[in-house]
Each structure stands twice: as structure tokens, then as C-alpha cells.
């Protein structure tokens, strides 16, 4: 699992921060858009056939937001309903970059169906994936976005 804390960069940077929490209906989905218009979205709901309803509801916050595409993918964990809708939010979302915690680890898997969700997830963020420690800070213009646990490890030193 990996978690992340985001605060803004700057009092000055043109424009605002906006969080879109999107109901997913298990999981989580967040959709971030920083004073300097980069996007990311944190996890992105259901595998199918509940995809379609989550990745829907993603599409809708991107519109709110004014988006054509989301920069980032950040993975807090491989559960369904927190990357079972990569595929179908990739159709539209057009990720960039891809953060996550390490690859899949079964024996901490509890869920049926980890392993078609793991290689979907791989298939997708092949080339443009990036595994971050504690401490790794995700590059959104605008915003400090620095990774406070990820794979079992937490960051050495509190954050300011």
C-alpha cells in the first residue's frame, strides 16, 4: 500500500487546488488538480462490469475539472475497487505516469481475482510506470506531493 500527503507549493501559484472525491462504491477514487492544471487521480474504483459505472463517474469529474486527460495514476493498493477500473479509466483518462507501491504481493491479497487485476494493471502502466519509496515526491507542478508510506515502510522524519 502507499499513501501520499499533498500540500500546495506555493501561496502564489496562479489558479486554486481542487479535490474531486469520486464515489466508487467500495473504494476510493480522488481526483487532483493542481493551481498549474496537472491532474492526477488516486486509484480508480471497480474491476468490471462495475468499471463502467466507476470510470463513468470518473469521466464526469474530469469534465468538471475542465480535464481532456489526467497526468498521473497514483495506486494506493491492487484491491478491485481500488484498481480493478484502470483499463476503462485508461481509455479516456490517458494516463501519463503511473505511481504505485511495488508489484503485487499475493500472499497479502485477500481478494478473488487479484491476479487478472495485477496483470491488467501492469499491461496498462507498462513503459510508464513508477514505484515510489517514502520520502519520493510525485512531480505536479504547483503542489508538494511526498509519499509517506509505501510497501510496508513509512517516511524516516515527520513532515513539517
Not at 506555493?10 to 496537472?38: C, K, M, N, Q, W
Not at 471497480?46 to 486527460?69: F, T, V, Y
Not at 519520493?136 to 524516516?156: R, Y
Request: charged fraction near 20%; proline fraction near 6%.
Amino acid at each position: 500500500m502507499a499513501f501520499a500527503c499533498l500540500s500546495p507549493q506555493s501561496a502564489h501559484a496562479a489558479g486554486s487546488l481542487r479535490i474531486y472525491f469520486i464515489d466508487v462504491e467500495g473504494g476510493g477514487a480522488t481526483l487532483i488538480v493542481a493551481p498549474s492544471g496537472e491532474s492526477m487521480l488516486v486509484d480508480t474504483g471497480n474491476a468490471p462490469p462495475k468499471a463502467a459505472r466507476d470510470s463513468g463517474r470518473i469521466r464526469q469529474a474530469m469534465e468538471d475539472a475542465g480535464l481532456k486527460k489526467i497526468d498521473y495514476l497514483f495506486t494506493t493498493h491492487y484491491d478491485g475497487d481500488h484498481v480493478g477500473g484502470v483499463e476503462a479509466a485508461d481509455q479516456f483518462a490517458h494516463f501519463s505516469r503511473f505511481f504505485d507501491h511495488g508489484d503485487m504481493n499475493p500472499a497479502f491479497n485477500q481478494n478473488p481475482g487479484a491476479e487478472k487485476r495485477w496483470s491488467t494493471y501492469a499491461a496498462v502502466s507498462a513503459g510508464k510506470r513508477t514505484v515510489v519509496k517514502p520520502g519520493d515526491v510525485i512531480p505536479i507542478k504547483g503542489l508538494k506531493v511526498e509519499v509517506v508510506a509505501s510497501n510496508g515502510e513509512v517516511i524516516k522524519k515527520p513532515l513539517n
